[in-house]
Every structure is written in C-alpha cells, then in structure tokens.
T-cell receptor
Framework: EAQVTQNPRYLITVTGKKLTVTCSQNMNHEYMSWYRQDPGLGLRQIYYSMNVEVTDKGDVPEGYKVSRKEKRNFPLILESPSPNQTSLYFC???????????????FGPGTRLTVL | AQSVAQPEDQVNVAEGNPLTVKCTYSVSGNPYLFWYVQYPNRGLQFLLK??????LVKGSYGFEAEFNKSQTSFHLKKPSALVSDSALYFC??????????????FGTGTKLQVIP
C-alpha cells in the first residue's frame, strides 16, 4: 500500500531533550515536507526537500533540523525542544516530474508532540 | 510573498443543501491551488486542484471548486451536503521560487459542519 508513515504517533517529552520524528514514504517521491498544525493557524511549513541532499526552509524553521540522506526518509529533529513546539506534526510527499507544480501531496497520519 | 485566506472558521449547512467553503489567494505568478480535507484524527487527504484553463474543477466525493482569477478566489463547492462531509477543509497554494525551489502555503482551515 502506498503510504507515508510517521513515528512515533504520540510523544510526550521534556524541555531540552533531543528527539527525532521519523518519516518514510514508499512511493519513490522526490519532494518531502514537514508541517506543524496549530489551532487557528492551520498548517505551516517547517522544511521541505526537493530531493536527496536538497532541503530548504519553510515558514517556521526555527528550532528544527532535517536531513535527507535517502529518498524515502525525511526525519525531523528537535535538538532542544521547548513548550512552544508542542503541536501536531505532519510529513508529506509528492512526485516531481515535469508538471511538479500540479502534484498534490500525500500526508502521513501525524505525530502529536507535547513538550513539558 | 504568497498567502491564502479562508475567511470562515466554521461553516454550518443542512444536509442536502449546497455548500461553499471560501478561499482567496495572493501569489506573484501563476496560482497552483489545492483543496485538502482532514477528518478527525487523520492526516490530510487531497480533494482537487486547479489546472490552468479549467475554471470549474471537479474532484473527489462530489466536490468541485470554482477558480476566479479576477477575484483571486478558489471556492470549494458541493451541490448537496452529506453528514459525512463534516470535516476540516484546507486551501493551499504551491509556489515556485527562483532556482526551482518550492514552497507550499496553507490556509487556516474551515470546519464544515453538516447538520442532519
């Protein structure tokens, strides 16, 4: 089954304790992206990657890191989490190709993160 | 900078009545517009997208959207609402920056409540 998977689905942690949220897709998509969803703010893009070793900042990159060493994986790293990073996080992917601007994204199920 | 506005936090409609969820956008170049739906405790699912030339776009689950360039709008519509349409709806615009880098901006979301 074509899908985007995220782990963990739920995480409660404490301020300053480094964590990684994994994202993997099995559709051979070049484009991958991370979003956070907060009430009243919708989805905001954190980072995206157009292909292996190619990443760029979205609208809210502060406090986050990403890496894209393999095409299928795009982990989100919080080096020193803070309470304002408590949120619902989504990973998404889409194909590139000639008409990439028209390509919709496929979303993972989400990771609910609480930072105490 | 690109932006998307969804002016209504919530839309209530009676089952069987037509529904409209509003979206306006601002981009510097050509707009590449999408609608996604989020059911409770789920990730986002693609509904439909705007492709240049077709002002009325048909998508999944009987939804359609009307693109209006002069009003910079891309409203989501359905002729007859179902209770199962109750969900959170997001409008999004995809932007191509110089160098081919991409960014996606989402609206804040509109909660659709279909009343039996």
């Amino acid at each position: 089954e074509a899908q985007v998977t995220q782990n963990p689905r739920y995480l409660i942690t404490v301020t300053g304790k480094k964590l990684t949220v994994t994202c993997s897709q099995n559709m051979n998509h070049e484009y991958m992206s991370w979003y956070r969803q907060d009430p009243g703010l919708g989805l905001r893009q954190i980072y995206y990657s157009m292909n292996v070793e190619v990443t760029d900042k979205g609208d809210v990159p502060e406090g986050y890191k990403v890496s894209r060493k393999e095409k299928r994986n795009f982990p989100l790293i919080l080096e020193s989490p803070s309470p304002n990073q408590t949120s619902l996080y989504f990973c998404a992917s889409s194909p590139q190709g000639t008409d990439w601007v028209y390509n919709e994204q496929f979303f993972g199920p989400g990771t609910r993160l609480t930072v105490l | 900078a690109q932006s998307v506005a969804q002016p209504e936090d919530q839309v209530n409609v009676a089952e069987g009545n037509p529904l409209t969820v509003k979206c306006t956008y601002s981009v510097s170049g050509n707009p590449y517009l999408f609608w996604y739906v989020q059911y409770p405790n789920r990730g986002l699912q693609f509904l439909l997208k705007y492709i240049t030339g077709d002002n009325l776009v048909k998508g999944s689950y009987g939804f359609e959207a009307e693109f209006n360039k002069s009003q910079t709008s891309f409203h989501l519509k359905k002729p007859s609402a179902l209770v199962s349409d109750s969900a959170l709806y997001f409008c999004a615009v995809r932007d191509m920056r110089s160098g081919g880098y991409q960014k996606v901006t989402f609206g804040t979301g509109t909660k659709l409540q279909v009343i039996p």
